[in-house]
């Protein structure tokens, strides 16, 4: 398949118009020591074809029938709606809406977007996406780095920790000290916070949920960090949360970030995702990326428009507060679509549901007396279980049950042997939840 | 000032809202979790009826202009057609549902596509190895020059410096600022090439990388690119292919066999995989086999008859990103490559060329070109004659373009040339689309000078009129308020 609409006339009518024999005069500029013959690919191939290759290619993808696991990337249902609606060509098929008088649809949805997020997060300002919550935090620390001129970060231990190699990238450039705080994964010592906070960090990073699914209750850091003059930044890799959870901004968060593929975008392999940023109004200046703003038409009407573009790459080049240009912004529109189909009451009981799972889940594994769950464990729909059984053992079974669950934690943290990560969402049944819990009873 | 159209205006507590099954009531279930750690509740959030959401967002749609809308020649973005199967491979939800942290046994699908991907990029380019972690250009750019940097570092070198011609996408400098690089630019001599002179002067010991895109942003081919080559690898001065122009020379030339040492490409651009109106797309970067140390977080190897990631070595740069790539974004533009195949590959370029040269020709005499002597895939066109004449401005003809249907060029960029629009047809464009957007050109250039209030009050035939931009930088408002 090809989608060139030329018929051979047309392309000669074409050529004599440039004044041109052939189609290989065109390559002129090019040196022709330079030009390939042909490249070494595969022939090509009719739709019906591509199909079949494509069919073949996914059938060997053998999924889980179970997933009980989350760690950044989580399982959750997409209303139909959806994909019907994202899957307008006037949506997907348009660039960045930098004609604003013909991409009201964008910039109204990203409109829309900012304003779920914000609301969700408990802030003033959010951009119109970033690439990922990875990203999107060490955006987030940039701004923290740029409005103290402290050159140094603290940040909590159990922040996801694919976000945190992102963020060491990053920072790693920048020659920014990154800090670990050996926090706890269940909750925050506001006293170990003491002895290790001064003044020449530019913020602290705290995430909660965290990534053993606590929910955190850092208020107690708020105020000392403030008197400094510095900033609280709250990353959350599952945007589910914040359907019960206090707002970031309630917690006493500057800046919030993380992301929110929860909000309607598939598991696709861990990408495209949606990262979030989002910040009290004094950040504003600093924000990166795209933010759309309201305003009017000529003729008096409420319009949308890309705005405060003096922060950005096209026009301030190397001052810019970033270098991100195209984001994720299909992906905010899905996130639009996904938060006004399930609307306020939708999201809040869809947040119940995950949390009546889940700790039904937690209940039920407590009773196996092989395995522990952590008795003070706040979470919302994923935590940690610990075993002695060895891991190949459970992974075995878990695998030859189709269930994907479990997920070691001694991979990312070594004071967590034998321990292992655990989530469910308002997709999990009963049956599910009971089938595990057979399955690990039988080890 | 309020938006009746918005939706959280049009909540209205209908009795059929949105719901999950819950067993327990509302009050037990948040006993798990502390009063104090709780939101109070999402009164801000609408609950509408699933017909009106439909309504709503179909009504947005019509306000928004696709690829498939209408011709769309943004300059520097390659708006050509996104293939509908791309997207339908894309929906497969054995391709859809997979988790990132499924067992390798399980995704051996994904971890071949990704490949093979990575297999067919390599030689589209011409490059020893290509990564496709990262999301779009500007993260191309990042993680390009962030390779770079540990090259030196390797090295024992400290080498602070990006070179950037005046042309340059503004993600170019910015990106070289994020990377923790001081930015130099080069001059363009009075065609738009960069000028050697200029760039002789600001080479030395102390600067990483120049970053050029080839062709350029005026849409000409570096017509000197050997002795840039020479000029910079003689001080061991990396060269960065921004791919955002690729299109011109995709199945002609390789970056790769013309001295680049890092490439990146843009996927959602050349590879025709869609925008989305801002993302998401893929920004995979390409190195020479002396960079290759230095790839970022995982790679897809195939041994003894099996796929998996493997993390890099010690000197990788780590990770760019949260996982492994922008998977569905890859998968389409793989799908773009197999349909293609290697004939589809050597007509794609060539017929960019025709197309834009071809409506090149058709404007030159009514227009001045700046890009000369040779156009490639795009062309800029000045107004600034025309601009000074009648007291309009460049953004005055680009809002006329859509009261006649099309998608307007780009507009003031590059910033070396003054009043300027960026036309790039593509090849997916018919003459016939072509003629007549060429037609319209110089209609809206007569009207210019006959009747300029139709250009200063255009658009009209919009579903808004002109947007008020001054004001919404004044008095920003970001997102939609109850009380206001
Ligand atoms: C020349 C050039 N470089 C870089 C970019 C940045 O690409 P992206 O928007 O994918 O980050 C663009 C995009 O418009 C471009 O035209």
């Known amino acids: 398949m090809t989608y060139f609409p030329h018929s051979e006339t047309d392309i000669k009518e074409m050529l004599s118009v440039i004044g041109k024999k052939n189609l290989e005069e065109l390559e002129s500029p090019i040196p022709a020591k330079y030009i390939v013959k042909t490249l070494n690919l595969p022939s090509q191939k009719t739709e019906l074809e591509v199909n079949q290759y494509f069919d073949k290619l996914a059938n060997k993808n053998k999924n889980y029938s179970t997933i009980l696991a989350g760690a950044g990337s989580y399982y959750h249902y997409i209303p139909s709606t959806v994909d019907e609606l994202t899957g307008r060509q006037e949506f997907y098929t348009a660039y960045t809406p930098y004609q604003a008088e013909i991409s009201q649809g964008t910039l109204q949805a990203i409109f829309e977007y900012q304003t779920y997020i914000a609301n969700l997060t408990g802030m003033d300002v959010s951009n119109a996406s970033m690439y990922d919550g990875g990203t999107a935090l060490a955006e987030a620390c940039v701004i923290a780095i740029n409005s103290t001129r402290k050159n140094k970060i603290l940040v909590d231990k159990y922040v996801n920790p694919e976000y945190l190699e992102v963020l060491k990238t990053y920072m790693g450039a920048l020659k920014v000290e990154i800090v670990i705080f050996e926090s706890n994964p269940f909750k925050l010592d506001v006293e170990a916070f003491k002895k290790i906070w001064n003044a020449e960090f530019c913020g602290f990073v705290v995430a909660s949920p965290n990534f053993c699914g606590s929910v955190i209750d850092y208020t107690g850091i708020v105020d ?40 309607g975008m598939p598991l696709s392999f861990g990408g495209p995702y949606l990262g979030f940023l989002t910040c009290k109004k004094e950040h504003l200046r600093k924000m990166p990326g ?78 196996l007396a092989k395995f522990k769950v952590e008795k003070s464990q706040i979470f919302f729909n994923e935590f940690v279980v610990s075993t002695d059984i060895a891991y190949d053992k459970i992974s075995k079974k878990l695998e030859e049950n189709g269930i994907l669950s479990f997920l070691p934690l001694a991979k990312f943290y070594s004071s967590l042997s034998n321990y292992y990560l655990i989530c469910a969402t308002e997709m999990t049944t009963k049956e599910e939840i009971d089938n595990l819990v057979a399955i690990l009873g039988s080890l | 000032m309020k938006d009746k159209n918005i939706i959280f205006e049009k909540s209205n507590n209908c009795i059929s809202s949105y719901s999950f099954n819950i067993e327990k009531n509302e009050k037990d279930i948040l006993n798990n979790i502390p009063q104090s750690l709780l939101n109070d509740n999402l009164s801000f959030m609408p609950d509408v009826s699933e017909g009106d959401v439909a309504r709503h ?9 696709g690829v498939d809308t209408g011709f769309y020649p943004l300059g520097s973005c390659t708006m050509k057609y996104n293939p509908k199967i791309n997207e339908k491979v894309a929906g497969n939800p054995d391709f859809a549902n997979i988790h990132p942290y499924s067992s390798t046994e399980r995704v051996q699908g994904v971890l071949e596509v990704l490949y093979k991907c990575r297999e067919a990029l390599v030689e589209i380019t011409g490059m020893d190895e290509i990564d496709l972690s990262p999301c779009a250009g500007a993260h191309g750019e990042l ?84 002795q840039i080559v020479k000029i910079c690898h003689d001080l061991d001065i990396q060269l960065y292919y921004d791919g955002a122009n690729l299109n011109a020379i995709l199945g002609i030339s390789k970056p790769g066999e013309t001295g680049f040492d890092v490439v990146h490409l843009n996927l959602h651009k050349s590879f025709a995989t869609p925008h989305g109106g801002g993302g998401p797309g893929a920004g995979p970067v390409g190195v020479k086999k002396h960079l290759i140390d230095f790839l970022p977080g995982e790679n897809v190897v195939y041994k003894n008859n099996k796929y998996s990631l493997e993390k890099r070595g010690s000197l990788s740069i780590g990770k760019v990103r949260s996982f492994y790539a922008n998977f569905s974004v890859v998968l389409k533009s793989y799908v773009y490559i ?137 008095t920003p408002v970001l997102k939609y308020s109850k009380d206001e």
């Open chain 1, 224 to 263: 000392i960090v403030k008197k400094d003059k510095r900033l609280v930044i709250q990353s959350v890799s599952e945007a589910m949360s914040l359907s019960v959870l206090k707002t970031p901004g309630d917690m006493g968060a500057d800046l919030a970030c993380g992301e929110a593929q929860s909000f």
């Open chain 2, 338 to 474: 197999v349909s293609l195949g290697k004939e589809g590959f050597s007509k794609l370029g060539l017929l960019a060329l025709l197309n834009a040269n071809y409506l090149g020709v058709l404007l030159k005499e009514y227009f001045d070109i700046a890009t000369k002597p040779h156009i490639m895939h795009e062309f800029v066109i000045s107004l600034q004659k025309e601009c000074d004449e009648t007291h309009l401005t460049v953004m005055d003809f680009a809002k006329r373009i859509l009261d006649y249907g099309y998608h307007a060029p780009t507009v003031s960029f590059p910033l070396i040339v003054h009043s300027c629009l960026m036309v790039e047809p593509t090849e997916t464009e018919s003459k016939e689309t072509l003629d007549k957007f060429a037609e319209i050109l110089i209609k809206i250039l007569e009207e210019s000078k006959t009747n300029p209030d139709l250009l200063k009050n255009s658009p009209v035939n919009t579903p808004i009129k002109r947007v008020d931009d001054v004001m919404a930088a004044r």
């Open chain 2, 57 to 65: 967002f179909i009504r947005l749609s019509n306000r928004n202009y």
């Open chain 2, 143 to 226: 993680t390009g020059l962030y390779i770079i940097k540990a090259y030196f570092k390797n090295k024992k070198e400290e080498r602070p410096i990006i070179l950037v011609p005046d042309s340059a996408h503004g993600t170019n400098p910015a990106s070289a600022s994020v990377a923790g690089f001081k930015v130099v630019s080069v001059k363009s001599d009075a065609d738009g090439f960069v000028d050697i002179d200029d760039l002789k002067q600001k080479v030395s010991k102390d600067v990483a990388c120049f970053m050029l895109t080839n062709p350029n942003t005026l849409g000409l081919y570096e017509k000197n690119l050997d």
């Open chain 1, 290 to 367: 795209r933010i759309v703003g309201q305003t009017k038409d000529s003729d008096g009407n409420i319009v949308y428009t890309l705005t405060l573009t003096a922060r950005e790459q096209h026009i301030r080049r190397e001052l810019a507060t970033s270098n991100i240009c195209s984001n994720h912004g299909l992906c905010a529109t899905r996130a639009s679509v996904y938060l006004s189909t399930v609307g306020g009451k939708g999201l809040r009981t869809c947040g119940l549901a995950n949390i009546e799972k889940s700790h039904y889940l937690y209940e039920e594994i407590s009773k």
